[in-house]
Nanobody
Framework: VQLQASGGGLVQAGGSLRLSCAAS????????VGWFRQAPSNQRKFVAG????????IYSGSAEGRFAISKDNAKNTVYLQMSNLKPEDTAVYYC?????????????????WGQGTLVTVSS
């Protein structure tokens, strides 16, 4: 499977952005898609995940209540709707595919990564 992330940009604090992650190729090994982010000088961290069926979702503490992950099954595209953005949300956001939902928060279990999209939140 190949993943293409898009939708990043510059937004003011309090604003919203929607990221997209389009999957192409064979998706038979995909059980979930996760969004991760990496801020400058920080480690990449889990943000949100969704099962490939779209039935299950999970969020990090910082994303809970502000971000919403969803999936368009017809388009094989996962979205991350981000609202009430804060300067600390500034990061490169990556989507990735994992073969087992149980490991949706575990970066080392992910087999396929998108290229990343930069989100910058100004104060």
């Amino acid at each position: 499977v190949q993943l293409q992330a898009s939708g990043g940009g510059l937004v003011q604090a309090g604003g919203s952005l929607r990221l997209s992650c389009a999957a192409s190729g064979s998706t038979s090994s995909v059980d979930a898609v996760g969004w991760f982010r990496q801020a400058p000088s920080n480690q990449r961290k889990f943000v949100a995940g969704i099962s490939w069926s779209g039935a299950l979702t999970i969020y990090s503490g910082s994303a809970e209540g502000r971000f919403a992950i969803s999936k368009d099954n017809a388009k094989n595209t996962v979205y991350l709707q981000m609202s009430n953005l804060k300067p600390e949300d500034t990061a490169v956001y990556y989507c990735a595919a994992v073969p087992d939902w149980r490991y949706v928060k575990v970066q080392s279990k992910y087999k396929h990564w998108g290229q990343g999209t930069l989100v910058t939140v100004s104060s």
